[in-house]
DNA sequence: CTTGCATGATACCGATCGGTATCATTCGGA
DNA sequence: TCCGAATGATACCGATCGGTATCATGCAAG
């Protein structure tokens, strides 16, 4: 049974054993960059985690920080599909998607353990404006608020803008208080918090 | 006139010319640290702002890790002068304290240009939870809690610890958003948001 | 005046960094 | 079947990293 070597290590590996090299490439930057930060993992780290070699990283990627840039492309990719999930999942109801979109960042809180989220991480570390992950990261925020403007005027609420912005707050304060772990109960305080924001917000 | 050369350099430079190296070493690093993050500062780079040599450096720290342990120290201790002089300047008025703290937070977000908390991207700098800075970071976001709470619970808020958890939330978000610039007109968000969190926890 | 300590300057250490070059192997499509 | 492109392995490059050792200077207290 040549194929029972396949669960010699668990959980991701296998899954990923036989994907092409870019794609394993990826997935081990995904895994390192956010574990150990990007100025953290050198990039022979990521090759030998996705069990290729330094060559072939170069020639999919040509550069470290384009291979930083690519794998905050599939972080951004992931919360696009989380609003594209509650807007289908709850259309005409843009409370429902606005409460979805709370729910999805206190999901991530604990997927995320305590190394917070990827963007602001990113940020600290990439002090360069010209970096190319850095327009990744600001497109990515612009389109987040955009959405969840556009939510709060759907709703109907007075001033979507600065609804937006206040919700933005939470979200972003909750992923930093769960990474230094000084608050309890984050989950929950975020919910409670969110509601509170679109009461207030409403005629 | 000799001493006339002390405004050759403008700005932070000329008081800082004649400190001990132990207090120019501190100086450069909190610049540096800040501006261009932690891991992207080499102990050679902060010797050379602070006019003196690495060997210095490590004749008073030790260890670069005891010196970015050094330096937050000093941060925090500007949150401590900060949260001292609110209670000085409103005493048995909580509320005003408050509010303080937030004008405090919202003065920073200018200070800091885009650069962010230096706590928060220290968090994201040093993953490793055994560094000597991550204990300086975890005091700190303890004792700023705890202050606040106790604000709150003087200020006769119902739930003073939620109360606190949602200021915490607020103030933290706000750097961060201030950092990736996506949202405008912080500041005022910022107070508006707090006040509203106090309104909706008096009884 | 002299002694002693902190300082500044410099050279050096091994390790690791991002990035490149070379070459044998493998594997899928014509 | 054969060919060409992609892959894996390895060695190498200059630069920089954190940290150490050495030594001459300068300054301040006895």
Request: aromatic share 6%; proline share 5%; charged share 25%.
């Amino acid at each position: 049974m040549p194929e029972a070597a396949e669960e010699a290590r668990p959980g991701r590996a296998n899954r990923v054993a036989k994907l092409p090299p870019r794609e394993r490439i990826l997935d081990a930057a995904e895994e390192l960059f956010h574990a150990e930060g990007i100025r953290g993992v050198g990039v022979q780290a990521v090759a030998d985690r996705a069990g290729t070699t330094k060559a072939a990283l170069y020639r999919h990627f040509g550069t470290k920080d384009a291979l930083v840039a690519q794998w905050l492309l599939i972080v951004a990719a992931d919360y696009v599909a989380a609003f594209d999930r509650v807007e289908e999942r709850w259309p005409d109801e843009p409370l429902a998607q606005i409460r979805g979109v709370a729910a999805f960042v206190v999901d991530t809180l604990s997927t995320i353990s305590h190394r917070g989220c990827p963007f602001i991480n990113s940020l600290a570390e990439l002090p360069d404006r010209d970096h190319p992950a850095r327009q990744v990261i600001e497109a990515h925020k612009a389109r987040q608020l955009r959405r969840l403007t556009a939510m709060c005027a759907a709703a109907g609420l007075t001033d979507p803008e600065g609804a937006a912005a206040e919700i933005t707050f939470a979200l972003e304060g909750a992923q930093v208080s769960a990474q230094n772990g000084s608050v309890d109960r984050i989950g929950e305080r975020l919910v409670t918090f969110v509601d509170a924001v679109l009461v207030r917000h409403t005629a």
